[in-house]
């Protein structure tokens, strides 16, 4: 066991190492589940948006001044078309989005305005200072060890997971 592990408290009684891959799962999930409820807080009380806002506004940051289709904006957030028009409505709305004509009436590219785009540098700005703040106690050696594993434990999981033809 490492000097780390006997340091993390055994949620699960002790259980034998054939325990070992829920437990891993079970602190990723928490880790994970930690940092997205924190980030989520404080984009709440900083600029008053949520995380989905968030994210559609990175994802057009990303496309630049083309922007993208909802369909495009839907794949990159994984979520349905739906969402992302429910999305864009509000951040319309907002003013912080605008529509642009696409190659036919059926499909609607959607990027940034110019507030939008100042709007979501300052909360890019706050969003990376507060990440590296929750990893602040991670040396630059953990932090890259972590990153390799996780790297490895993504790479892992791609045979599990892709979806059978």
Known sequence: ?????????????????????????LRLLTCTTTIEQTISQRLRDTFDTTLPRFDMLAALDRAGDPGLTMGEAAGMLMVSNGNVTGL???????????????PDRRVQRIRLTLTGRTRFAAMA??????????????SDTEAEDLTHLLERTKRSLQPHTEPTP
Request: net charge neutral.
């Open 125 to 138: 700005a706050a969003h990376e200072h507060w990440i590296e703040t929750l990893f602040a106690g991670l």
């Open 88 to 102: 864009a409505a509000r951040l319309k709305a907002d003013g912080l989005i605008e529509s642009l004509p696409g």
């Open 1 to 25: 066991m490492s000097p780390t592990a006997a340091l993390l408290p055994d949620r699960l009684g002790g259980a034998p190492d054939g325990k070992r891959a829920l437990r891993l799962w």
